[in-house]
């Protein structure tokens, strides 16, 4: 599979090392505002997963592309600009089924079919009102054009 760091502007983020990234607090972790502006920026404002648009780099998720429950790793290139449903609806689930959730909730189907109901519908036969989507990055990829 492609990856998300393939489908935006590395040159604003060249300039971080992990450590201006992730500040440690006696709390646990977060992103600085600075990463966290420059990697919407780099993204083109744009949710790499939906490609809907984030409004503000504050509102913007830092979603780990390999999940930390999989072993992903605190590193640059493992963060994503994601926008909160997709940060959310990734987590737990592989990226098969994360781009059926996706493309669900893309659709006129949004809150009547899940996924299990989908793919049941699906195997019968039943043409549904959408196609399963290509992530943003993906797209962006293919288009082979970053800005
Ligand atoms: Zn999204």
């Not at 709390?27 to 966290?36: I, P, Q, T, V, W």
């Not at 780099?57 to 072993?71: A, E, L, Q, R």
């Not at 987590?91 to 909730?105: L, N, P």
Request: with cysteine.
């Amino acid at each position: 599979m492609n990856h998300p760091s393939q489908a935006r502007n590395n040159e604003i983020l060249n300039q971080f090392k992990i450590e201006d990234a992730l500040k440690i607090t006696p709390r646990g972790y977060r992103f600085s505002l600075r990463f966290k502006r420059a990697l919407w920026l780099a993204s083109s404002k744009l949710c790499a997963y939906c490609g809907d648009e984030i409004e503000n780099h504050k509102s913007m998720n830092v979603d780990h592309f390999i999940p930390k429950s999989k072993g992903g790793p605190e590193a640059l290139n493992n963060y994503v600009c994601s926008c909160g449903y997709c940060n959310f609806s990734k987590q737990a689930v592989d990226m098969d089924e994360f781009r059926i959730r996706m493309s669900i909730s893309k659709s006129p189907l949004k809150g009547i079919i899940n996924s299990t109901q989908f793919k049941q519908l699906t195997e019968i036969g039943v043409e549904l009102p959408f196609k399963i989507q290509k992530f943003h990055f993906e797209k962006v990829i293919e288009k082979g054009v970053v800005s």
